[in-house]
């Protein structure tokens, strides 16, 4: 599932239209796409290849964002309490539910904005903008006023201290508040519908390193949790502004319309975009649900906390490389809509492909090396061998799961967005259901039962609905595992016989924790360089290596 469930996400993703025409325009960055261009004459077979360029600049701007998440918890938890940076996470925790349950409305913008941009219809962009405006007006307000009135029942689920309630309801209140304004004006998301994610790659980045700083900052001064509200709300605020000031040039004449807005526009944020919600809001509580639970069953918010630093890796690192998918929806509807099956076929193997290369690559040295991990990152401060069991059962459950991102992605594309809710999310929902009634037979659940039992209720439901896509796009079953599944599998073999032989030597749980994090780079860089080297000599195809000899030899041939 495509999920965006760890804290302060940021928007991602967009595809750009394969015909010739479309391209250039993309290339000058100003005028949209004559209408009547996207024919069946189409070279679909270019679209991977964009797609995977879009892919790279999502991708890059994630990973430098995985370095400044990475960096903070520690500084941020010698500023506060755990009691406190537990209110922070569920702070996000509520607004992936409110964001999900919204996250129809950001699919609309990016899924008929990349249809509209490629039969060169502006003025519709503009009249499902202004619809959107509307209908996202009023959403948001209405949600505010039922987050406030709810605030006593959101303390007490969680058992936040009357001494720390007051600044706990100021800061849901104000990252809601937040994230619903880049809800109210979504250039954003339409720079994802038009191919245009170099910029809004270029935004995103800008603000989280604004917002970085400005934690560093506040904390500093003594703010606490208020200063990193501040930083939050301030980031939002600074990303607005630099979206209004630099979309004009991006797409010069586009006006938002609200005059003579019909049912049609109105229309496709009830049908598409409320079936996106419904599924939005089923998969957030499903993806964090091991946090909400934990949070009321532990009675402390502090296993929120916990939670979130042992699944904080494996789900940026997901976040990561599944920022991708966002790019695969238009590319997945303009071959779908051109009825080029055998394109589909091939986008979504290989897509599939790249993305558990990656996944695997990340997570088969995470699981292995967890514990380690956690008592370098964040010291033993915390309770870390629990953090470190966390965070083996979320690289397992995340990276399969990762798997089901193109899947639910083609199902959008498609307009069977019920199939993901039918063969992913009801399967996932039943199956953890079923766990965490048999371990509340057994006596008070703990948190590392909850995160186990959410980590096979993530591998059964991906199971089950690729296996439901497989079918759908008429795969083998053979051909998937074959060029798929196995690519993914030997990262771990290489990082578990890694870690045996580290751990046969010396405990790097005791080492001072900058030597441990010296041993555990330098072990990082022969696992990658090993896997890697595995995976070419051993699983990579003769069109991969083509293109990896090209990469090498420009890169050679560049000038210093």
Known sequence: MNDNSA??????????????HNSQASDRGTDAPSAGRTDGNTRAGGAPSRVFRNAAAQIGGRGLYLLTRVALPPFILNHISLQEY????????LIGYIGMGTFGIAGVYIRYSAEYYARGEMDRIGRLVGAGILLTGTVSAVLIATIYACMPIIFRWFHIHPELQDIAGLSILGVIGAMLLDLLLPYSYVLQGIHRNAEQTVVSVLSFLLETALIVLFLIQGWGLTGLL???????????????????????????RFRGLGRDEFRLFYRYGGALQLIGVVAMFLNTSERAIAGYLTKGVGSVGLLDIGQKFPIMISQIFNAATNTYLSAFTHLHSLDQHQELQRLFVKSSRYLNVLNGLAMGFLAPFALALITAWMGKGIPYEDAGTVLLYAALGFHVQALTGPATTYAQATNRVGATLWWFLLPQGLVLGGLLAWILQRGSPTVLEIAEAAMWSRIASSVIVLLYTIRRLELSLFR?????????????????????AVDSRLDLTALPRLHALGLLSLAGTAYVLLTVGLLIALMSTGEERQSLSALARRLLQRPV
């Open 7 to 20: 804290p302060d996400p940021v928007a991602s993703g967009d595809m750009t239209p394969s015909d010739s």
């Open 86 to 93: 537990g209110i922070w996470a569920t702070c996000f925790l």
């Open 230 to 256: 501040a930083a939050y709300v301030l980031r939002s605020i600074f990303a607005l502004i630099v979206m209004l000031a630099w979309f004009p040039r991006i797409l010069p004449g586009f006006t938002i």
């Open 480 to 500: 998937y595992v074959k060029d798929v599944v196995l690519v993914g599998i030997l990262p771990y073999g290489i990082g578990y016989a890694l870690a045996y």
